[in-house]
């Protein structure tokens, strides 16, 4: 079956580091537009970062911290966490833009069709 899947996530410490990966599984995305988005306890879901064909863009949140990149020979994009804080504790998802809507990516949940089950991300001493 079609499915998008995260890994890993962990416990780190706060000022530490963390990749996330992100590859669908029984289908090829392609150029897909590819989104992450984490979602805290007691507050909504999030846009973190996305990835489009030539274009990358960041929450504010997180710029200048987190970095998201495409391996197209591995057909996996990443995320990766650097400086981390302990509100950056969340589920992180992965979305995929599939089938296709649109080159740009955005931040907005509406864009993405596929999500994965997310993976936990906890930052912490």
């Known amino acids: 079956q079609l499915r998008v899947v995260e890994s890993g996530g962990g416990l780190v410490q706060p000022g530490g580091s963390l990749r996330l990966s992100c590859a669908p599984s029984?289908?090829?995305?392609?150029?897909?537009?590819v989104g992450w988005f984490r979602q805290a306890p007691g507050k909504e879901r999030e846009g973190i970062s996305c990835?489009?064909?030539?274009?990358?863009t960041y929450a504010d949140s997180v710029k200048g911290r987190f970095t998201i990149s495409r391996d197209n020979r591995k057909n996996t994009v990443y995320l990766q966490m650097s400086s981390l804080k302990p509100e950056d504790t969340a589920v992180y998802f992965c979305?995929?833009?599939?089938?296709?809507?649109?080159?740009?990516?955005?931040?907005?949940?509406?864009?993405?069709?596929?999500w994965g089950q997310g993976t936990q991300v906890t930052v912490s001493s």
């Open positions: 029984g289908f090829n995305w392609v150029n897909a537009a």
């Open positions: 979305s995929v833009d599939w089938p296709p809507t649109s080159r740009f990516c955005s931040l907005a949940m509406g864009q993405y069709g596929f």
């Open positions: 990835i489009s064909v030539g274009t990358t």
